[in-house]
């Protein structure tokens, strides 16, 4: 008879604990899963797939003013947010099928509830205990918001997927890929939107010259960038939000989101009662294969702090799986790992910025292009696009790719294999370029802009 009633249960999920679990499963573990909201998680539900869903749709009316320049007439045109939301939430609820179907064919007994940890190999859900060899914390991360007056007024990104009434006026607050994404999905909609941020530029961590790019394309398509300021407080009156700021300035809006920032979702979870050490913002900390302090718990994705992308959490999650029922141990490799943000226009981005280049190494080459992309020599739009290599001198490998501009994301994830591989620059400069393309700079860009 079995000591435990699961080899492992695993507590969330979204993309990181269905992948472990599904995997686990395939290893012939016996797996359960439990889940208190929606399956797929953030990303499926209020995160990377809605939210792109709606990136595309704030984009058709630039691509409609744009069309004149290439002999097309078009009407007047409308824009109903309910019809969007419905038809993106009809997508969402198919996904959330897929999620169940692809768990249940792979042999993953589900649990609906909120699941607390009672010992190192005990899991309650809704009053019923099991037993588990290994138990999986996947919980992801969850909205923080600031502790200020009024805060009761602001949305986070969970609930811009569901407003009944579009906005005519938005007010982004942060300085983060969440808060540049949604700022371009409002404007790009037709609300007035203005993005504040306390810092003295957003996008901390990125490249530089990306950072400033984006900046510069987003006043030009008139967007109020408010660097330096913070939010003192919020007051709801008859006109809208009042947003009071630190400079004595306000605005007014009838919708305030925050987008300061995401922590670990591990409250309630029972984790201080079983001994897993967490850190200062309420990540578990975990070794390099994902286990906690306690030797049966592990943890995966957002709730562990590391570097909270879905397919790093998919990466995690197949990872554990072949350390614990695949007999191979399996460390999660976080070296190049691209980046895309979906603003407008979009960023692409791998491996080192210069900064953290010339940290590294000491002497890098940087090459650098900006230019105005084809398609908008007949569309007249003043948007340009940015491109990026950095150099390590003394090897010549490109340890670097960034990327302004349309299609970034897409651009990147072929850059990222060259990138991974080890590809030096002579094998960028002896690659075809494919042409006409935006993509076709990355391979002839011969002369470096700074070489230090």
Not at 37 to 52: D, E, H, M, W
Not at 227 to 239: C, H, I, N, S, Y
């Amino acid at each position: 008879m079995a000591r435990f009633d699961f080899d492992l249960f695993t507590i969330g999920a979204g993309s990181g604990g269905v992948r472990a679990s599904r995997m686990s499963a395939a290893y012939g573990a016996r797996v359960a899963i439990a889940e208190e909201r929606y399956l797929g998680g953030t990303c499926v539900n209020v995160g990377c797939i809605p939210k792109k869903l709606l990136v595309y749709a704030s984009h058709y009316a630039e691509d409609a003013a744009d069309a004149a320049g290439f002999g097309w007439t078009v009407g007047a045109a409308t824009f109903d947010w309910a019809t969007l939301i419905a038809n993106k939430d009809r997508e969402i609820a198919r996904l959330n099928t897929v999620y169940g179907r692809l768990l249940d064919e792979s042999g993953v007994r589900r649990f609906e509830g909120t699941a607390r940890i009672l010992d190192p190999h005990t899991v309650e859900i809704a009053g019923e205990r099991v037993t588990a060899e290994h138990i999986l914390i996947a919980t992801g991360g969850w909205p923080m918001r600031p502790d200020i007056p009024g805060i009761e007024h602001a949305i986070t990104s969970n609930e811009a997927f569901h407003l009944p009434a579009f906005p005519e006026r938005v007010v982004l607050v942060g300085g983060g890929y969440i808060a540049v994404e949604f700022a371009g999905i409002f404007h790009g909609l037709g609300a007035a939107t203005t993005l504040l941020h306390r810092g003295d530029l957003f996008l901390r961590g990125f490249d530089d010259d990306v950072r400033n790019a984006l900046a510069e394309a987003m006043r030009r398509k008139d967007i109020p960038l408010r660097f330096g300021v913070r939010v003192v407080g919020l007051e709801k009156q008859e006109t809208g939000i009042v947003v009071r700021l630190t400079d004595g300035s306000t605005l007014v809006a009838d919708q305030v989101l925050c987008a300061v920032g995401r922590a670990p979702h591990t409250a309630g979870l029972g984790l201080e009662a079983c001994g897993v050490t967490q850190d200062a913002v309420g990540a578990i900390v975990v070794d390099a294969f994902s286990r906690s302090s306690v030797p049966s718990i592990h943890a995966i994705g957002d709730v562990t702090n590391r570097l909270n992308l879905t397919p790093v959490a998919i990466h995690e999650g197949m990872a554990l799986a072949a350390t614990l029922f695949g007999n191979t141990p399996t460390a999660p490799d976080y070296e190049n790992v691209a980046h895309a943000v979906f603003s407008q226009p979009s960023i692409g981005t791998v491996g080192l910025s210069e900064v953290e280049a010339r940290a590294h190494y000491g002497a890098v080459d940087v090459y650098r292009s900006t230019f105005r992309p084809l398609r908008h020599t007949l569309s007249g739009r003043d948007e340009k696009t940015m491109m990026k290599l950095v150099v390590d001198r003394a090897s010549q490998r490109v340890v670097g790719a960034h990327m302004v501009g349309a299609d970034a994301g897409e651009i990147i994830q072929g850059v990222a294999i060259a990138i991974k591989a080890g590809a030096t620059k002579a094998t960028f400069d002896a690659t075809m370029a494919i042409h006409p393309t935006a993509a076709e700079e990355f391979v002839t860009m011969r002369t470096p802009v700074t070489s230090s």
